[in-house]
Every structure is written in structure tokens, then in C-alpha cells.
């Protein structure tokens, strides 16, 4: 989810009843922490695309930032309340993130395998709009800011219930229509009974639609893996690609020759749904394999 949100939810939370002197601070704060790895967009968005929602981002972190907030908020006089809150926001903000396609590596440092239950798009409007709704009507009806706020967390758990259940219908819709060894459903923005599929079988990918609605599979691609390029090889030394395999889920390679340049261009087939290059690595050479350029684009 972004930031906005988050921040949304950190709001709702403290509406719950959270009163207590510098309590929406230590929320927000909380609610917000995780992402302070946007600071490594500075070095780039290959670099970004390898360490955001990362260690901050797992239940290392999830103990030790709310101590320390705990701590500085609480030392004298309240540690438990405020280490509480500060966990309660924490949590929001990983569990949140842990729904959407992009993931999050939940277990680092123990484990640094991305984990995601793709139920939401990277933002779901209709989490947002009910979040703002939410704080919109706690500042016009103070009162019933508390049954308010309850409200909405039962309602957006409530939406993500529901999401998990049109998440397993199609996934067992899918398998019933193509044979395959892995499956991977990814939501797409505001649609709930279409999703996109990734499906590999053998040294084959396909990709498309399964629409729940209209019970039809449409396969918008299928792509063959072949390895054997001395390219390829060379392309994984590159920084870009580093970065990029060490996010990717189901990457997918191909290189193009021309007359004066190679191209490898490395993307990731869970969000090959939009027609322009979004999650795709390039590296180009010259004649004499040496490297000319490459980046990374969202």
C-alpha cells in the first residue's frame, strides 16, 4: 500500500480510543516507519526494487522499532502503552503490504523469501476512499469516532475476506481449465472477478485472464523459456539484473540481435498485464560484448 494510506490507517487507529498524550504521534509514526527504505530510491530503482520492504518491512523489525518508540515515548511513564500502540500500528502497516501482489519479505532476517497473498493491487482505491471516509466522518461526528472506527476495520476486513475467497475460487477455476505445474494469481485495479494468472509448465509460461464472471480463461501470451543464450549469462552479472532476479517471482528473458547491439531484457510476468514496460531490466552491448548501458524501469 502507499504511504497515504498508511497514514489513513494510523489515523483510524488512534480513533479507536487512543487518547492518551502524544498517542496519534507514536501511531502515525508507527504506521509509517516501515517504508523509510524509500530512502534507497536515491541510488536508484533497481536498488529500491531490492530493498524496499525488506528489513523493515519483517517481524525483526516489527518488535524492535516499537521498543524503541516505547522507550523514548515512555520511559519515565507509560512504556507498555506506547511500546502496545506503536506495535499495533507496525503490524497494520506489514500486514497491509503482505496483501498486495508486490509482497513483502515478512520473515527477514531469517528468511529473505518475498511473501504475498495477492489480494490487492499494489493500491486499492477502495481502501483508501474507505480509510479517508472513515477519518472524514470521526472529525464531523466525534462522539462516535470509536464505533466509527470499528466499523471500518470490520469492513475492510470484511473486504479482504472476501478477496481471499474470490482469490481461491479462481485459482481452483484455473486449474480446472489448464494443466500446469505452478499457478500465481495477481489482482488487477479495481476488479474483483478477473484476475491475471501466471501458469508454467515445463520450459512454458502463460499469461492472461480468468474471469469468474463470464467463466472464461483467455491466454494473452505464452513465452518459452530458453536458457542456453552466453548473453544471458553475462546479463545476470549487471547490477540491474542482480537486483531485479533477487525481487522477481517468475522472470522471464529474451535477447534480441541486431546489427550494432544486443539487448537482454529480463521482466517479470505477474505485472505483464499493462502493454508498456512496467518491472522490466535491460542490458545492451556492442559487437564486442561489452556493456554499453542498462537500467530498470517500473
Known sequence: MDPITHG???????????????AF??????????????????????????????????????????????LIFG?????????FIAFLSY?????????????????????????SLNLMFIIDPYVTIGLLLSV?????????????SIITVVLLASYTGGRYYLYGKTKEFLKE??????????????????WWFVVMSGNEFKVGFADLFTGRICVHETYKVHNNDPFIEMSKKEGVVRNFLYFAKHPYVEVKRGDK????????????????????????????????????KF
Open 8 to 22: 489513513l490507517a494510523g489515523v483510524t487507529i488512534t480513533n479507536l480510543g487512543f487518547n492518551r498524550k502524544a
Open 25 to 70: 504521534l507514536v501511531i502515525l509514526l508507527s504506521a509509517l516507519a516501515p517504508d523509510i527504505d524509500y530512502v534507497t530510491r536515491l541510488w536508484g530503482a533497481d536498488v529500491f526494487l531490492r530493498y524496499h520492504r525488506g528489513i523493515t518491512h519483517g517481524i525483526l523489525a516489527l518488535f524492535i522499532v516499537p521498543v524503541i518508540i516505547g
Open 75 to 83: 520511559l519515565r511513564k507509560g512504556f507498555f502503552y506506547y511500546f
Open 91 to 115: 503490524s497494520a502497516h506489514l500486514f497491509m503490504d503482505l496483501t498486495t501482489q508486490y509482497g513483502t519479505r515478512i520473515l527477514s532476517p531469517l528468511d529473505w523469501e518475498p511473501y
Open 136 to 148: 472524514i466522518f470521526c472529525v464531523m461526528n466525534k462522539k462516535r469516532a470509536i464505533l466509527i
Open 177 to 194: 481449465r489448464i494443466e500446469a505445474n505452478t499457478y500465481t494469481l495477481c489482482p488487477l485495479p479495481n476488479d474483483f472477478l478477473r
Open 261 to 296: 547491439m544486443t539487448t537482454v531484457t529480463w521482466r517479470e510476468l505477474s505485472f505483464t498485464i499493462r502493454p508498456e514496460e512496467h518491472f522490466v531490466a535491460k542490458v545492451f552491448y556492442d559487437k564486442e560484448g561489452k556493456v554499453i548501458t542498462s537500467y530498470f
